[in-house]
């Protein structure tokens, strides 16, 4: 069964921060394929079909399960272990703290899922319990506690260092990257979280940073410890990767990085020579004294192993070739100061760490560039070197591949990881595989991207101009090119991949260059630049969601663009233009990403979980091993999504069974002998439950008001006995579109799929005519149709007891008991409170005491910096679109407006013309303002007060770019639209 979702319309868009660069000539339809390559593939499939048969040891996990207070009831949800079979059911229990018992089952069946709805408001006494079911019985001794939620988040106090001061200049410290361990074996998470101090800068620039510092904090803030890295490792993102990872198989996981002398332990004690200071010597870089790697341990953060770093600024090749700080392209410490770092299981037993120096090539020095990628293990509390890859002992032939980030992966299914360093492939024994020549880029993303293909791919976008494709998708374990976009002729700065179109199988994948593509490269858009920073599974189909600063958005296929279904509201992003959160991940609950944020004011990390049920269930992300390393390398350089071993799609067909252990009791999954499970039997249907006469309903477990506005709207029986419903929310419920023809009186679904008419028994169906018994009709001006004519339109199954009514997309198999219960649950439910529209800017601190709510914002483009930062209260955030361009604000009304201010990015250097226009009806458009500009001598607010106050519901900025050629963009950081003066 076909268990694709139709994407409906949602309101507003996310954002992306990143270097604008010209759309690339394609055209929608054109296919950008380069070769199948069907000879090797095959070979790929021989060497899938032999892999070796290994379970990888995993942290032993617990049941990780969260509950949500909600409108009228508590959303629960938990993880479905990697080590447990698909046959595995659920059952919980409510009790109060008082009670020595577990209390109450309150699922009437066994649950074939991982998320549950509790209509019962729990209070601060309630407690929840999950008890798997095997075989009929209930295993107590996995009995999992629930964490109580007041929100969809919890909040994790930190304790941000004080001020201090670098030769002279003062810094203060704000939250930045995080990872997660578990530090002490207790199967629950803790966060190792990175301080960035306000003077961090990249390798290129010179100058003096503040000392960067690692905490390490329990979920309830408890600091279990704090790393300084001392003088003479610079902050910055090229400097700090810290992985975090159970290396020696103990249960507890470590903490793994580069430092150097004068590094102060979570202990207290010094690494190296505490007086050293070699960042006086370069103008704060540390260009001639000791590198280190440490191994602490992730408990007490004290150390367990410290080994010089491979390489040094300086030494020799095992051959005796000299190497120097030049050997990397450049004299000054740019190149050679490009650090990364990794997890992989490179002998497919046992977790490695990966760290690595370089991967550009430069004008200065006899190489021409370089890159070293050293590997090592933790045994018996030693480190102990596995491997090293050098350039240098290739003649230089791989100088000038690597990315800003690495991923590890078993791209040649011999059950060992492979590393893929940018354009570059490293074998697990740390030989070179092939280097597709194409250079350095930002980004990459490792997955089995195309379905029709076995096998992983690899999608990268490039910086180099003389690079043949400025974006590709190739094979990983060979390197052969799939699918590219031409040179377009400037660095190409973001790209991402993954599902997130239901009409193409696979993985899409998009880049700076504003084109969409096909796994087989089908060009699907190019009307639209997309944010391609960040990735997360957020709502409850299989396909991915746009994560982009704080904002989480859903492609929308009908209107080309991304439309925003999630903000974390009173959070900030990190690593500026990059835009991440400190950490998505899948950390709780069941499989789907929870994202953290570091408040605006530093003084805790949010952690937001999603209360959108799913109807699939699929084992916690963080048990399939490639997902698992790609969270603890999500902070390396320039943070990139994690992506898992396999395909989870819209047209997802299988899950792979983990391939795991679990440390400690060596748990494996007992279905592994099945390799995999069909996604169907992973599937609990999606439903819509309702009563007759009750106001109340059920889309998937959660009480909805059957109509917003008004709770006369109920399902009913006419005179003839025959059962309406109402139209619109079932069809919504499913995720249908709805348009309603008023002159006509008609009434469209999915634009022309579906189509009935007040007072007409006859409809269509994909073009099919086909008579209902009853005619729809409006009651209290909402159309009412028959159940069932509804049901089968929309392709669902309509079951119908006593009252009781449920659609859906499977067959349920219910019980008259169960109907039973599931009615008088309906009755008995709080009625929903009714939704209001919030505005966009409707939380926080406005900019002015008469500035008005937003509550939508339309863009005639953008260049991947999209309309919502124009308007989120944050001017950190922005708009940008090149040249002529509008940016329609609605105001949800009728308002009086005497004027805008507007926040120009980079106001103090550019001039920006524009004018201003309002609307009533959105049609008819009048002059506000004639054409002005901005000073040129201020970023923050400037006024631009109309003649007269006008009466608007829209307000259009329409700008002519700016007056510079080289940089005729339009930029607004924040855009306030004024009301009538006070």
Known sequence: MNKKKIISAMLTVAMLASSAVSALAAEVGESLKVGDYTESAAETQKLIDSRPDIQRPMENLNRGAVAVRMDGYTYISWRWLGTESADTRYNIYRSLTEMSSYGQKINNEPLNATNFTDLFIASDDTQYFIVPVVNGEEQWDKVGAVQLWDNNYMDIPIQKPENNKVNGEEYSYTPGDASVGDLDGDGEYEIVLKWDPSNAKDAAQAGFTGECILDAYKLDGTRLWRINMGPNIRAGAHDTQFMVYDYDCDGKAEVACRTADGTIAGDGSVIGDANKNYAVVSNGKNLTGPLYLTVFKGEDGSVIDTVDYDPQITGKTASGQKWDISSWGDTFGNRSERYLAAVAYLDGTRPSMVFARGYYTGPEGETGGRTVIATYDLVDGKLVKKWRFDTMDYNNKYIGQGNHSMSAADVDYDGCDELIYGALAIDNDGKPMYSTGLGHGDAQHVSDLDTSRPGLEVYSCHEETQAKYSFEMRDARTGEILVGGEQMGSDNGRGTSDDIDPRYPGCEGWSAAGILTAADGTVISTKYTMPANFLCYWDGD????????????????????????????????????????????????????????????????????????????????????????????????????????????????????????????????????????????????????????TPTALTNGVPKRVDNDSTDVVPYLDENERTLVPLRFISESFGADVEWVADTQEIKINGDAVTMKIGSNDYTVNNETKTMDTAPILNNDRTMVPLRAIGEALGKIVYYNDKYICISDIDLNMSDDFAMSRKSTITSAKVPDKIEVVAINGTGQKYYPNQLDVFAVEASDNDGNVEAGAVDLDINTRWSSYGKSTLTLDLGEEKDVSGVAIAMWKGSERIYPFTIEYSVDGKTWETALPKTQNTGESSEFEKYMFHETVKARYIRYNGDGATDPDKNYCHISEIAVLGAEE
């Open 542 to 693: 299989l396909g991915r969601e746009v994560q982009d600063n704080i904002y989480i958005s859903k492609w929308n296929p009908e209107k080309e663009k991304v439309e925003t279904i999630f903000t974390a509201s009173g959070c900030t992003s990190v690593n500026g233009t990059k835009a991440n959160p400190s950490l998505t991940a899948d950390l709780f609950g069941d499989w789907r990403e929870e994202v953290m944020y570091p408040l605006k004011d530093g003084s805790a990390l949010r952690i937001y979980t999603t209360t959108t049920p799913t109807s699939y269930k699929i084992p916690t992300l963080m048990h399939d091993i490639q997902y698992r390393m790609h969270v603890a390398y999500q902070n390396d350089c320039y943070n990139q999504p994690t992506h898992l071993s396999y395909y989870l799609g819209f047209d997802t067909e299988n899950v792979p069974v983990p391939q795991i252990y679990t440390v400690g009791n060596n748990e494996k999954n007992p279905d592994l002998a099945k390799k995999s499970w069909n996604i169907n039997d992973l599937y609990s249907g999606e439903k819509v439950e309702l009563v007759l006469d």
